[in-house]
């Protein structure tokens, strides 16, 4: 049993004694202990203050006697005010030393068939051009989201919904058509998704310049300036080319869609690659091109039971005053759908697939006021979970150039960022001479490693609400809050893991509880127990960032007890092997803390 567990148990059982009240343990408020104070968990006992009838200091110390005589992991207390400082017994920290070293899983909970299912949703990709640097912060996001949400007990879901149709699409088809000249990802040397990409930077360029030289010419026939602009997106020959193409496509021009089938195919082995070397990966994958029809159902059934309503033009929508909000559209006049519509066909494809106890979408903030709408309708339509579907809302991030643009051809690309980390990784590794004594293909692997480590962990480790600006030269540091930093460790802890094997030192199954313990090893034991409480946390709030700064925190802790005290040369043998013990497990935990944010760590480095 946990030690805040028993001390919780002997409170309920210290009230019922003294007096004569049952109490639930929710009630038992347990914290670590001010650094300023003697004491490993401090006990607050204002609630008990009307059944005890005494003095803060009166019930502290009346509670403390009890605890003392009563519960053995108590050794001592001190109290202050209204807060009972309780000194934890030597054995105690060694049995829960015991209980981490004994459980390779340490800090993860067990899943089973009976578990409720979390759906999360990320990454949402266009067809029509590569993943950039916000793709990236998503990816990783939702990564490290659905691994939380399993290690708290859930079954999980990882799916993505590729935006595969639309007049983004056809734009980039169109500009092949005109200016490609039947290239190929084959014959250009180019990745699928980069290739169509660049057409879909093509388009903006040759649209830009019809634009404006259209826009001259009605000036020049006595237009104002804001009337040329006008009248030139009306009249623009390209942009009708391309809702042609698009009016093509929904009535199923099979010229069309085949174009449309063979650039999402190049598109989709682009994607693929770009996936597998973050690390990330999805266990079902919808496609707007097929559930925007399921979506038109949804709205058509929902405008038949009275949920929305259709305007003269031949419009439906959906009217939700009573929430405080304005009306909202579902379906065009013409019949066409709209984002909305095509996510309430997703949901619905969904629940027929899976039996949801919990949907998470992870999307940017400036879609706040789509889910807040989505999550209405998708409750007015039946669906038991959308009332609390969780918007896991994020900032944008940037880098110290600015914003980027996929139009302009301006994005940071997700496949260059990544490569230019895992350069970066190599030539830090090579400056501070970590690559000695090593292969070649051990120096690829750990600057992989270590390059997408730092990468995942800079994003990672910021509150995910927040904008962020990515430094890539301050995230690939050895030192401080990185990743680098936290790997680093691990593969000493491991060098030294190793150092006492080669010198026939074998840790003991179990540790015996009368090993020496001074304040900083105590200290340690304590950090690791608080793992699952944080992991917990996590995920209650949503929060990698959570995680990420934990692992921070203990590698921090370890490195500066590995600076205070000596481990294979610990003055005792049986010092040595507590310091060893605590050395594994502090590398399990991290090893295991970072696997929850998708980062890899190195044996060695």
Same mark, same amino acid.
């Given at each position: 049993?946990?030690?805040?567990?028993?001390?919780?148990?002997a409170? &309920?059982a210290?009230?019922?004694?003294?007096?004569?009240?049952?109490v639930?343990?929710?009630?038992?408020? @347990?914290?670590k202990?001010?650094a300023?104070?003697?004491?490993?968990?401090?006990l607050?006992?204002?609630?008990?203050l009307?059944?005890?009838?005494?003095?803060?200091?009166?019930?502290?110390?009346q509670?403390?006697?009890?605890?003392?005589?009563?519960?053995?992991?108590?050794?001592?207390?001190?109290?202050?005010?209204?807060?009972?400082?309780?000194?934890?017994?030597?054995a105690?920290?060694?049995?829960?030393l015991?209980?981490?070293?004994?459980?390779?899983?340490?800090?993860?909970?067990?899943?089973?068939?009976?578990?409720?299912?979390?759906m999360?949703?990320?990454?949402?990709p266009?067809?029509?051009?590569?993943?950039?640097? #916000?793709?990236?912060?998503?990816?990783?996001?939702?990564?490290?989201?659905?691994?939380?949400?399993?290690?708290n007990?859930?079954?999980v879901?990882?799916?993505? !919904?590729?935006n595969?149709?639309?007049?983004?699409?056809c734009?980039?088809?169109?500009a092949?058509q005109?200016?490609?000249?039947?290239?190929?990802?084959?014959?250009?040397g180019k990745?699928g998704?980069?290739?169509?990409g /660049?057409y879909?930077?093509?388009?903006?360029?040759?649209?830009?310049?019809? =634009?404006a030289? @259209?826009t001259a010419?009605?000036k020049?026939?006595?237009m104002?300036?804001?009337?040329?602009?006008?009248?030139?997106?009306?009249?623009?020959?390209?942009m009708?080319?391309?809702?042609?193409?698009?009016?093509?496509?929904e009535?199923?021009?099979?010229?069309?869609?085949a174009?449309w089938?063979k650039?999402?195919?190049?598109?989709?082995?682009?994607f693929?690659?770009?996936?597998?070397a973050?690390?990330?990966?999805?266990?079902?994958?919808?496609?707007?091109?097929?559930t925007?029809l399921?979506?038109?159902?949804?709205v058509?059934e929902g =405008?038949?039971?009275?949920?929305?309503f259709?305007?003269?033009? #031949?419009?439906?929508?959906a009217?939700?005053s009573?929430?405080g @909000?304005?009306?909202?559209? =579902?379906?065009?006049?013409?019949?066409?759908?709209v984002?909305?519509?095509?996510?309430?066909?997703?949901?619905?494809?969904?629940?027929?697939d899976?039996?949801?106890?919990?949907?998470?979408?992870?999307?940017?903030?400036?879609?706040n006021y789509?889910?807040?709408?989505?999550?209405?309708?998708?409750d007015r339509?039946?669906?038991?979970?959308?009332?609390?579907?969780?918007?896991?809302s994020?900032?944008?991030?940037?880098?110290?150039?600015?914003?980027?643009k996929?139009r302009?051809?301006t994005?940071? /690309?997700?496949d260059d960022?990544?490569?230019?980390?895992v350069?970066?990784a190599?030539r830090t590794?090579?400056?501070?001479?970590?690559?000695?004594?090593?292969?070649?293909?051990?120096?690829?692997?750990?600057?992989r490693? &270590?390059?997408?480590g730092?990468?995942?962990?800079?994003?990672?480790?910021?509150?995910?609400?927040?904008?962020?600006?990515?430094?890539p030269?301050?995230? !690939?540091?050895f030192n #401080?809050?990185?990743?680098?930093?936290?790997?680093y460790?691990?593969?000493?802890?491991?060098s030294?893991?190793r150092?006492?094997?080669?010198?026939?030192?074998?840790?003991?199954?179990v540790?015996?509880?009368t090993?020496?313990?001074?304040?900083?090893?105590v200290?340690?034991?304590?950090?690791l127990?608080?793992?699952?409480?944080?992991?917990?946390q996590a995920g209650?709030?949503y929060?990698?960032?959570?995680?990420?700064?934990?692992?921070?925190?203990?590698?921090?802790?370890?490195?500066?007890f590995?600076h /205070?005290y000596?481990? @294979?040369n610990?003055?005792?043998?049986?010092?040595?092997t =507590?310091?060893l013990?605590l050395a594994?497990n502090?590398?399990?935990?991290?090893?295991n803390?970072?696997?929850?944010?998708?980062?890899?760590?190195?044996?060695?480095?």
């Amino acid at each position: 049993m946990k030690i805040e567990a028993l001390i919780s148990a002997a409170v &309920v059982a210290a009230v019922k004694e003294c007096y004569g009240q049952d109490v639930p343990q929710a009630m038992v408020q @347990l914290q670590k202990t001010k650094a300023e104070f003697e004491g490993n968990l401090t006990l607050v006992v204002f609630p008990f203050l009307k059944m005890s009838r005494l003095k803060p200091e009166d019930t502290a110390q009346q509670l403390g006697d009890y605890l003392a005589a009563h519960c053995q992991v108590v050794q001592s207390f001190n109290v202050v005010k209204g807060f009972l400082n309780l000194v934890i017994a030597p054995a105690a920290w060694i049995g829960l030393l015991n209980r981490i070293d004994n459980d390779p899983h340490f800090g993860l909970k067990t899943v089973h068939e009976q578990s409720p299912l979390v759906m999360v949703e990320y990454s949402s990709p266009n067809t029509n051009k590569p993943l950039h640097l #916000g793709h990236v912060r998503n990816n990783l996001l939702g990564w490290s989201l659905s691994k939380i949400m399993e290690a708290n007990g859930n079954r999980v879901v990882k799916t993505n !919904i590729v935006n595969d149709r639309g007049i983004h699409i056809c734009k980039s088809m169109l500009a092949w058509q005109k200016w490609g000249n039947g290239a190929t990802p084959e014959s250009t040397g180019k990745k699928g998704d980069h290739l169509i990409g /660049d057409y879909y930077v093509a388009f903006d360029q040759h649209y830009r310049a019809e =634009l404006a030289e @259209l826009t001259a010419k009605l000036k020049a026939e006595g237009m104002t300036d804001e009337e040329a602009e006008k009248r030139a997106k009306e009249e623009s020959p390209l942009m009708k080319e391309a809702h042609d193409m698009l009016v093509r496509w929904e009535q199923g021009d099979e010229e069309v869609r085949a174009l449309w089938r063979k650039m999402n195919d190049w598109v989709y082995q682009g994607f693929d690659e770009t996936y597998k070397a973050m690390g990330v990966g999805f266990d079902k994958i919808y496609y707007e091109s097929e559930t925007y029809l399921e979506g038109k159902a949804k709205v058509e059934e929902g =405008l038949a039971k009275g949920l929305f309503f259709r305007k003269p033009d #031949g419009s439906v929508w959906a009217d939700l005053s009573n929430e405080g @909000l304005d009306q909202k559209l =579902l379906l065009r006049a013409d019949g066409t759908s709209v984002y909305m519509t095509q996510d309430i066909g997703t949901a619905a494809l969904r629940f027929k697939d899976y039996p949801i106890d919990q949907m998470i979408y992870v999307v940017g903030n400036e879609q706040n006021y789509h889910f807040q709408v989505l999550s209405i309708l998708l409750d007015r339509l039946g669906f038991k979970w959308g009332k609390e579907l969780v918007h896991f809302s994020y900032g944008m991030v940037e880098l110290p150039n600015g914003k980027m643009k996929s139009r302009e051809g301006t994005v940071v /690309d997700a496949d260059d960022l990544m490569e230019e980390m895992v350069s970066a990784a190599r030539r830090t590794s090579e400056e501070l001479g970590k690559f000695a004594d090593m292969t070649e293909s051990e120096r690829n692997e750990i600057a992989r490693i &270590v390059g997408l480590g730092a990468l995942k962990y800079f994003i990672l480790k910021v509150d995910a609400r927040k904008n962020m600006l990515f430094n890539p030269e301050e995230s !690939i540091d050895f030192n #401080g809050n990185t990743g680098p930093f936290i790997q680093y460790t691990y593969a000493r802890i491991r060098s030294i893991m190793r150092k006492a094997e080669a010198e026939g030192i074998v840790l003991p199954t179990v540790l015996p509880d009368t090993l020496p313990l001074n304040e900083k090893e105590v200290q340690i034991i304590q950090k690791l127990n608080s793992f699952e409480a944080v992991i917990e946390q996590a995920g209650k709030d949503y929060s990698p960032s959570g995680i990420a700064n934990y692992c921070y925190e203990l590698t921090k802790d370890f490195n500066q007890f590995y600076h /205070d005290y000596s481990i @294979l040369n610990a003055e005792s043998i049986e010092a040595k092997t =507590l310091r060893l013990a605590l050395a594994k497990n502090v590398a399990k935990t991290i090893k295991n803390g970072m696997s929850l944010l998708g980062i890899e760590v190195p044996e060695r480095m």
